[in-house]
């Protein structure tokens, strides 16, 4: 048995200090030495294990435990259900339909800066709208470069444009997650972070748009980024306020989507960008359109093309419905981990229960969707079966990333790691709603997750909120929204972006490339959200 002590050393600033070498060597090792992110992992769950042992005094076993607890948690969380997505996608490059998808987003515009609006943000809310883990950054990436972007630059694009979609990703899962552990109402959590990342979709095209084209991109197709963000923003912000949270980034993606179209019947921007050279991807080549002879793809091709996610769509929709997701949970089993035993400070018992919901998961569903898909494709058996033993090998090391970071967040977070960096943030008084954000941005920098960040800080940021006389609803909404500004920096997103696209061991690059935006964004939201505290912008709360 493992009692929590969060401030180990006597000084909370001290214990904090200790606390925060793992994430510092982490993001050090990536973003100033470039290591290949597994290695850096590595030094990481090293790091932590040692502070753990030493500074904490938790007994070896429990510390061992709790990583290898985390580790089997990511197969379920992150690593089943990126495999079947990008399965998904594989089976339509096999089938020969992934050129058809292509050409299809090609004609909504001749000018890739707007594409890549429409496959990265678009595309890719849909995407995390339904399935979340990682899924919208590796297929989006894979299209981005079939379009005629170099691998790292659409990883790059598909990894900042994971943001504002985020906080409802999973069908409200982080939303869902935030109300279970704070046992507050999830609907005003929902309403809340509408009221914060709604604002941050308007200008996340721009940003795009930045990064693919600069300063001239921005000038030149400044009314496509500013109609796809902007009715993004409107559309999330009116879903999770006035109908559902668990469905605005479905609309959202939808709606925004739409608006580019119908804004590319009438206006056009005044020079076309087209696609570059074709590039290699995992060893195949990716002509860009202006490469290709013209195809008249016949309405049954696009169908087919777009079916895959159809079904997706579909499997989703159906599994939230009361009498299937029963159906679905019936099989589940879940147990406490073996020889894992913690007490929280307080002498409680912390959860270590282990879900095994084989047949609800996430993963699982997209599983059973590209079954479906590969008979609409009509792929072999034998060929799909060959398909996903590729998809494995295209990971590579970015699995072992992804067990490893996992490890790390569980023994940061069962030792008490990471409620002492809470704690000690929590001592800034009023300031804290300024940094409130900023511990949402640390939880999914460890787990890679908004929902997995909310399961860590979300009590945490009650409790400071009621010892500072605050409001709850803004501090929890504040740790989702400050949360998905670190979904492109965290270490399993990094690797799952470069085992896309075919750069594994780039990640240390990567992270150069978005830390700048990550930073950005999220003291743009602390800047928010400190307003959202005070009576500047204190109208904005619910039921301010």
């Given amino acids: ?185 999830a609907a005003e959590f929902g309403a809340m972070a509408g009221r914060q990342v709604s604002l941050l979709a308007v200008f996340v095209p721009f940003v795009l748009v930045g990064i693919v084209d600069g300063r001239r991109g921005i000038r030149e197709v400044w009314p496509a980024a500013l109609t796809c963000g902007l009715s993004f923003g409107i559309a999330q ?46 060893g195949g080549s990716a002509p860009s359109p202006d490469q290709e002879p013209p195809v008249n793809d016949s309405r049954r091709d696009k169908l087919i093309a777009f079916a895959p996610y159809a079904v997706v769509v579909v499997a ?24 894992l035993h913690i007490l929280s400070e307080a002498g409680k018992p912390v959860s270590v229960a282990f879900k095994l919901n084989w047949l609800a998961a996430t993963g699982t569903l997209l599983f059973l969707s590209g079954v479906i898909s590969s008979v609409i494709l009509r792929v072999s058996p034998m060929a799909a079966l060959r398909t996903y033993g590729e998809t494995l090998r295209q990971f590579g090391w970015a699995i072992v990333t992804i067990l490893l970071v996992f490890a790390l967040s569980y023994v940061m977070n069962l030792s008490g790691e990471i409620s002492t960096l809470g704690l000690w943030l929590a001592q800034a008084g009023l300031f804290f709603a300024f940094l409130s954000p900023v511990v949402g941005w640390f939880g999914v920098a460890v787990t890679g997750t908004d929902a997995g960040a909310n399961a860590l800080f979300g009590k945490l940021q009650v409790t400071a909120a009621a010892q500072l006389h605050a409001d709850p609803i803004l501090f929890g909404a504040a740790n989702t929204s400050g949360g998905v500004m670190a979904k492109m920096i965290s270490p399993q997103n990094l690797a799952i972006g470069t085992a896309a696209v075919g750069e594994v061991g780039a990640e240390g690059i990567l992270f150069r490339r978005v830390i700048g935006w990550s930073a950005l964004f999220l003291l743009a939201m602390c800047l928010l959200v400190f307003l959202q505290s005070t009576p500047v912008l204190g109208w904005m709360r619910v039921g301010g």
């Fill in 1 to 185: 048995m493992y009692t929590q002590n969060l401030n180990p050393t006597g000084s909370l600033a001290l214990s904090a200090l200790f606390a925060a070498l793992p994430l510092v060597a982490l993001l050090v090792a990536l973003g100033v030495f470039r290591w290949r992110a597994h290695w850096a992992g590595a030094l990481s769950l090293v790091i932590a294990v040692a502070i753990a042992l030493g500074i904490y005094r938790m007994p070896l076993g429990q510390t061992l435990n709790a990583g290898v607890f985390g580790a089997a948690l990511s197969v379920l969380a992150v690593l089943w259900i990126t495999f079947n997505a990008i399965w998904i996608y594989n089976l339509t490059v096999r089938s020969g339909h992934f050129a058809v998808l292509r050409r299809a987003f090609t004609a909504i515009s001749d000018d890739r800066r707007i594409q890549s609006i429409v496959i990265a943000f678009s595309f890719g809310a849909l995407l995390e709208s339904l399935a979340g883990g990682g899924s919208p950054i590796a297929i989006c990436a894979v299209m981005l470069i079939a379009i005629g972007f170099s691998p790292l630059k659409a990883a790059t694009v598909a990894l900042v444009a994971n943001t504002a979609p985020v906080a409802f990703g999973g069908l409200g899962n982080p939303i869902t997650i935030m109300g279970q552990v704070t046992e507050l109402p």
């Fill in 237 to 282: 912000f009116a879903f999770s306020n006035f109908v559902n949270y668990k469905l605005c980034d479905i609309f959202a993606a939808l709606v925004s989507a739409v608006a580019v179209v119908a804004l590319n019947k009438v206006w056009k921007p005044s020079a076309v960008q087209v696609g570059a050279p074709s590039v290699s991807v995992g």
């Fill in 316 to 339: 989703f929709t159906l599994a939230q419905l009361p009498g299937i997701s029963t159906a679905l949970d019936a099989p589940t089993v879940t147990f406490q981990w073996p020889g």
